[in-house]
T-cell receptor
Framework: DARVTQTPRHKVTEMGQEVTMRCQPI?????VFWYRQTMMQGLELLAY????????DSGMPKDRFSAEMPDATLATLKIQPSEPRDSAVYFC??????????????FGAGSRLTVL | AQTVTQSQPEMSVQEAETVTLSCTYD???????LFWYKQPPSRQMILVIR??????QNATENRFSVNFQKAAKSFSLKISDSQLGDAAMYFC?????????????????FGKGTLLTVNP
């Protein structure tokens, strides 16, 4: 089965350090999403891309977060500098958007980030 | 903006019994998609079932079925013959059709989730 691959699965870092999370979407998918999951806020959309172009990153703190797609096989989410409140599970999801709109998103296994 | 509400933070069911998880949503759109995702302890988000708003027939997938009430903006999930492996967090999600806005509203909006426990 095709899958979305995320690395790292787990990351523990100290406050102030840079963190980069990576996602390999399913080959042929043209849309990539980054979600953050916390106990308090649930699943929040941070950013998403279509055909590698950012469509919406309004959910992302701009001062410390950045999301990019350097090519069709890689999406990155970077936090610099990291803070304890960034501790969460970060999910990447990809999908194939067409005019039918009936497409399903496939999620990666998530990256659990702990900032001490 | 669309909102999704799951009013049951936790539910429990006896193995082999039936359980229904509730979901309501708020939208001004007439066409959209609704989903139920399952998240077991492994953290993986797994699609359980989906429903297109323009279809009156309720979607079914084996032991999983939905009761879609468009006028009431309700989308409940029924799990029949519950199994131990059904224990997980269940999320209801809403999505606009991409054709409405050129793809910019393609995002999923999730409810807060319902934690389902299956008792042996």
């Amino acid at each position: 089965d095709a899958r979305v691959t995320q690395t790292p699965r787990h990351k523990v870092t100290e406050m102030g350090q840079e963190v980069t999370m990576r996602c390999q979407p399913i080959l042929g998918h043209n849309t990539v999403f980054w979600y953050r999951q916390t106990m308090m806020q649930g699943l929040e959309l941070l950013a998403y891309f279509r055909n590698r172009a950012p469509l919406d990153d309004s959910g992302m703190p701009k001062d410390r977060f950045s999301a990019e797609m350097p090519d069709a096989t890689l999406a990155t989410l970077k936090i610099q500098p990291s803070e304890p409140r960034d501790s969460a599970v970060y999910f990447c999801a990809s999908g194939l958007v067409g005019l039918s709109g009936a497409n399903v998103l496939t999620f990666g296994a998530g990256s659990r980030l702990t900032v001490l | 903006a669309q909102t999704v509400t799951q009013s049951q933070p936790e539910m429990s069911v006896q193995e082999a019994e039936t359980v229904t998880l509730s979901c309501t949503y708020d939208t001004s759109e007439s066409d959209y998609y609704l989903f139920w995702y399952k998240q077991p302890p492994s953290r993986q988000m797994i699609l359980v079932i989906r429903q297109e708003a323009y279809k009156q027939q309720n979607a079914t997938e084996n032991r999983f079925s939905v009761n879609f009430q468009k006028a009431a903006k309700s989308f409940s999930l029924k799990i029949s013959d519950s199994q131990l492996g059904d224990a997980a967090m269940y999320f209801c999600a809403y999505r606009s059709p991409s054709i409405n806005s050129g793809g910019s509203n393609y995002k999923l909006t999730f409810g807060k989730g319902t934690l389902l426990t299956v008792n042996p």
